[in-house]
């Protein structure tokens, strides 16, 4: 037990002696314990290792990425709106076409799938197919008898910035 208490003694002692400088000389670099990562300043005189590169450049543009997965942006505003698209500068033809505007007049089958024939505000007809974009949303599918769209819609206040809407084929103009 003795002995135990001794050589315990001694480490102690040799511990306590590699960390107190001596006087009058500094400490050796090499002897010197490496600073931990939470340290917060370097003692006066001590010298600082260089710090390791950082693993991604933000500066070269190829850093992180943000994918909105169809969420609005956080950092724009609710109370502006957006003036791209103003209510009298509607391109001509499809594109210019809102989904609530649109008349179903007959849906083909082809060999590519179904397409389907509109007649537009401008009373032209129209071939669409599933993709195809309009001013406020998109063509989702073209069935047999109906043809789905997805309108984007411009409210803050909605859960969803869409909503489905299926236009029938031979739709009654009473039932609205």
Request: glycine content about 10%; cysteine-free; charged content about 20%.
């Amino acid at each position: 037990m003795k002995r135990v208490l001794a050589l315990l003694m001694a480490a102690v002692g040799l511990l306590a002696s590699s960390f107190a400088p001596a006087q009058g000389k500094p400490a050796p670099a090499a002897s010197a314990p490496a600073p931990r990562a939470g340290a917060s300043a370097a003692a006066p005189g001590a010298e600082v290792a260089p710090t390791p590169e950082p693993a991604e450049d933000p500066t070269n543009g190829r850093g992180y990425t943000y994918d909105p997965a169809g969420r609005r942006d956080p950092f724009r505003s609710l109370l502006v709106r957006n003036d791209n698209k103003q209510p009298g500068a509607r391109p001509p033809g499809i594109a210019g076409i809102g989904v609530d505007d649109v008349t179903v007049q007959g849906i083909w089958k082809t060999r590519s799938g179904y397409v389907a024939q509109i007649r537009g505000t401008d009373n032209k007809s129209y071939l669409l197919r599933a993709g195809d974009l309009l001013w406020d949303g998109e063509v989702t599918r073209v069935g047999p008898n109906e043809v789905g769209f997805r309108q984007n819609l411009n409210d803050p206040q909605s859960v969803k910035p869409f909503r489905d809407v299926t236009k029938q084929l031979n739709a009654t103009t009473a039932k609205q």
